[in-house]
Nanobody, 126 residues
Framework: QVQLVESGGGLVQPGGSLRLSCAAS????????IGWFRQAPGKELEGVSC????????YYANSTEGRFTSSRDNAGDLVFLEVNELQPEDTAIYYC???????????????????WGQGTQVTVSS
């Protein structure tokens, strides 16, 4: 069974950091582009980052303002999203999503992706 699982969310004070992880069962992530999305209460799903494999590289939403960094482990089986300088407006459920095909037009469009995780809650509050 193909499944994505996010972890690493939690409660953090403003200015704090978290490292979110995305792992897969049933397939390896090394051949997949991985998008990170978030959904805050009452808001639409927002793409925040994408980690590409062909060609290698990352995209980030302007809203992350340089505070988010996506990376992969050496084996390519885990994808991380490091989120720094967190603010209350970053509070959301964070999801990872996977797509194997290349040349897609819009990394921030949820319809680009074939597989989704269940999400991990990030809450920023003092």
């Amino acid at each position: 069974q193909v499944q994505l699982v996010e972890s690493g969310g939690g409660l953090v004070q403003p200015g704090g950091s978290l490292r979110l992880s995305c792992a897969a069962s049933g397939f390896t992530l090394r051949y997949y582009a991985i998008g990170w999305f978030r959904q805050a209460p009452g808001k639409e799903l927002e793409g925040v980052s994408c980690s590409l494999v062909t060609p290698k590289g990352e995209y980030y939403a302007n809203s992350t303002e340089g505070r988010f960094t996506s990376s992969r482990d050496n084996a390519g089986d885990l994808v991380f999203l490091e989120v720094n300088e967190l603010q209350p407006e970053d509070t959301a459920i964070y999801y990872c999503a996977a797509v194997r095909r290349t040349g897609f037009r819009n990394w921030a469009d949820p319809r680009t992706y074939d597989y989704w995780g269940q999400g991990t809650q990030v809450t920023v509050s003092s």
